[in-house]
């Protein structure tokens, strides 16, 4: 007989993982075995539920899909995570493999595609969505760029006033520049840290060491 393959599935949108769920719920040799909204709760199921492979989203509240699969991955080393999202670039994909996540697949993979991966995964298999190993393997050709340039000290009393929750034209009225100004700020921090928003450049920024952690303020 075929192992079942115990899943639990993390998505922010109810509607997505109730999808999910009644696709995976008809499968004979895959059980849900429970479901979260977001990385947090995602963390403390696996506690719980000890699943085989947890289907997770990237970018929901509370706890991002990667820091919950860095999580998942250091203390529950049995369970497997695969990255189902929508988005596919080269910062989210090599954040994800770096957290340790055995797969990425994208939300428009054809759902027998999706349950061989889900099974692949459980056998510790690295499963990959065909544009996304693409664009590893062009990302590994890629000559080594140089070391990362660090953000001025201007820069980064931006990002401090980011991370205090201040909309760009507040920043600028704090820092006595134009608001222009401050998006130029944001734009070079970006490329710097190698993210894609101003939530993911706070992030990094406190895990560099750049900014301090919320809890040693």
Known sequence: MTATVRVLVVDDHPVV?????????VTDDIEVVGEAGDGEEA????????????????????????SATG????????????????????????HAV??????????????????????????????????????????????AAPAAVQPSPRELEVLAAVARGLSNAEIGRELFIGEATVKTHLQRLFSKLDVDDRTRAVTVAIERGLLPSPRNR
């Open 98 to 143: 770096e957290a340790g996540a055995a797969g990425y697949l994208l939300k428009d993979t054809p759902h027998a595609e999706l349950l061989d991966g889900i099974r692949a995964a459980s056998r510790g298999e690295t499963v990959l969505a065909p544009p996304v190993a693409a664009r590893l393997m062009s990302r590994l050709r890629t000559p």
């Open 43 to 66: 963390v403390a199921l696996v506690a719980s539920t000890r699943p085989d492979v947890v289907l997770m989203d990237l970018r929901m509240p509370r706890r991002d899909g990667v």
């Open 71 to 94: 999580a998942i991955v250091s203390g529950h080393p049995a369970t497997k995570v695969l990255v189902l999202t929508t988005y596919d670039t080269d910062s989210d994909i090599l």
């Open 17 to 25: 993982r109730s999808g999910l769920i009644g696709m995976l719920a």
